[in-house]
């Protein structure tokens, strides 16, 4: 058995990036995302690797961008307001069909806003601030343990669909240290040799590019990224159910949030009430269909957030039945307190539950 | 069930170095962890303090208003974080570095001089692990053995220096031997 170490949500992405044989990383530091940086600075250099820290976030993601074109591994990484300054790159990354995953530990905006924990990047992430027709897969890990796995499956799934990934981490689990397996990559490495640009000795030359000034050219380019949106959408959808089978309440709640719902979910399961909670694990492609389906036999869904309710409209296209949609969220600060929320459910729940 | 623990002073002290190793002691123990330092831009002689949260189960609360224990190794935190101790809990306050003063009786004070303890073991820096070693003895049930490895894991890089926390971290334990603690 692989030992078990404290490690740090930060270290544990770049040690699960470069197990997984990331070869470039740039980034620019910006707390609290700077020790992912700080740490691969020493390793990649030890290993031969490439890493860069660049002039600014935007130098970086586009250093990523020429990078992730040659059909390297590529990484990077940074913070709220910074990644927002990346937006547009990600958009041609979308276009030009380039596998790159940025990791994104969020502090709290809007603007430059500050260090303190928020999960105010629910929107940037899942819509995207870039032009255009696209989408970001976008993954949200709980725990240190699922830092490392979801990395595995970051660079997986954005060479599998050629598709940049964001990695959404709360500023807490990237700081935060708890017990947690270095564990092997479980995913296959892709071939890119079929479209990356490598030296076209001996083979047809290639570009990459998202300029495209024919518009049926254009259309039909978009209609091909959609097609494959519609398969990451059918096949991807991941999510983690907390006692949902027999569930007349359910908490919805992603990343660190998930496992305070979890505690609430035990608090009113001692007092008889049946509560579960539905944490969606990739936000793009949001799992709609399983949220719809347990949503039929509850009279409550709760959402619990970090922000003002962003996850909220997802949980609202996804339930088609009658049950009661609720928010209980704050956009900034220290996490919203266990009895904070238990109150706040309390509150939304007594007409039905008198008795609590 | 669930405990929290705060420990603060001021950097350069070695409040996370005894954070983590008693992070790391719990790991061994296999309870959940987790494990938050919190500093400003600031380190050495900045504020600075960790949280750390052991339990038997899964760890659900990762942020809590209050610590059942709490360890302060200057005034500055013992001002600060005075409030932040539960109903029934305990402080630990190095009184070398603190004025001996009860405001609230609703729970245990243990004061004790971390700093000139150390100075007497030729080693102002090791003040931390005297202190971990009082908690220790509070706790009960840590096992030397795992608090062995967990300098051994920490000190990997400055072996010279183990011998000597874990000097230190004994004086702690056995400080408050004869001394009334309940």
Not at chain 1, 80 to 99: F, G, I, N, R
Not at chain 1, 128 to 154: F, M
Not at chain 1, 265 to 276: A, D, L, S, V
Not at chain 2, 92 to 100: E, H, L, Q, T
Request: charged share 20%; glycine share 8%.
């Amino acid at each position: 058995m692989i030992e078990k170490s404290l490690l740090k949500g930060n270290i544990a992405i770049a040690r699960a990036a470069l197990n997984c044989g990331c070869s470039c990383y740039f980034g620019y530091p910006i707390t609290p995302q700077t020790e992912i940086g700080e740490f691969l600075s020493l390793e990649m250099q030890k290993r031969n690797l490439a890493y860069v820290c660049a002039e600014s976030e935007i130098g970086a993601i586009n250093m990523a961008l020429g990078a992730a074109s040659s059909g390297q591994k590529v990484m990077a990484s940074s913070s709220s307001c910074a990644v927002a300054l990346m937006q547009e790159t990600l958009s041609y990354a979308a276009s030009d069909e380039l596998p790159i995953v940025l990791v994104n530990v969020m502090r709290a905006g809007p603007g430059q806003g500050y260090i303190y924990p928020s999960q105010g990047d629910y929107n940037q992430a899942t819509i995207g601030g870039g032009n255009g027709d696209y989408k970001t897969i976008v993954l949200s890990p709980s725990s240190v343990q699922e830092c490392i796995e979801l990395t595995y499956k970051s660079f997986y799934l954005a060479q599998k669909y050629r598709n940049p990934v964001i990695l959404l981490v709360d500023g807490l689990l990237g700081q935060m240290a708890e017990p947690a397996t270095i564990t092997q990559n479980p995913y296959p490495d892709i071939d890119t040799s079929s479209w990356r640009l490598d030296g076209a000795k001996d083979r047809p030359s290639r570009n990459i590019h998202s300029l495209e000034p024919n518009q049926n050219k254009l259309n039909q380019h978009v209609l091909k990224l959609y097609q494959k949106y519609q398969q990451i959408e059918q096949s991807e959808p991941d999510w983690e159910e907390y006692l949902c089978d027999d569930a007349e309440i359910i908490l919805t709640a992603f990343g660190t949030m998930a496992r305070s719902a979890k505690a609430i979910c035990n608090h009113f399961r001692e007092q008889g009430i049946k509560m579960g909670v539905f944490r969606p694990i990739t936000l793009y492609p949001f799992p709609y269909k399983r949220l719809r389906e347990l949503s039929f036999k509850a009279k409550y869904i709760i959402d619990i957030e970090m922000n003002m309710g962003q996850m909220l409209k997802d949980v609202r296209l996804g339930v088609l039945s009658n049950s009661q949609i609720s928010f209980i969220g704050k956009p900034v600060g220290d996490w919203l307190k266990k009895e904070e929320i238990i109150n706040a459910i309390k509150n939304i729940i007594k007409e039905q539950y008198a008795s609590i | 069930m669930i405990k929290n623990f705060i420990i603060s002073g001021s950097g350069g002290q070695g409040v996370l170095s005894i954070g983590t190793i008693l992070a790391n002691i719990f790991m061994l123990g296999n309870k959940f962890v987790t494990y938050c330092p919190c500093y400003g831009a600031e380190m050495r002689g900045g504020a600075v303090h960790c949280e750390i949260n052991m339990s038997d189960d899964e760890l659900l609360t990762l942020q809590n208003e209050k610590a059942d224990f709490v360890i302060a190794l200057n005034q500055m935190s013992f001002d600060k974080f005075i409030s932040k101790v539960k109903e029934g809990g305990t402080i630990i306050v190095n009184s070398s570095m603190a004025k001996i003063e009860k405001t609230r009786n609703d729970i245990k004070y243990i004061f004790a001089p971390f700093t000139q303890e150390a100075i007497k073991l030729d080693n102002i820096k090791i003040a931390n692990s005297i202190a971990l070693g009082v908690l220790s003895k509070i706790l009960g049930n840590l096992t030397m053995e795992n608090v062995k490895k967990a300098y051994e894991k920490i000190l990997k890089d400055k072996k010279e220096l183990i011998q000597k926390n874990l000097d230190a971290y004994l004086l702690g334990y056995n400080y408050i031997q004869e001394k009334e603690y309940a």
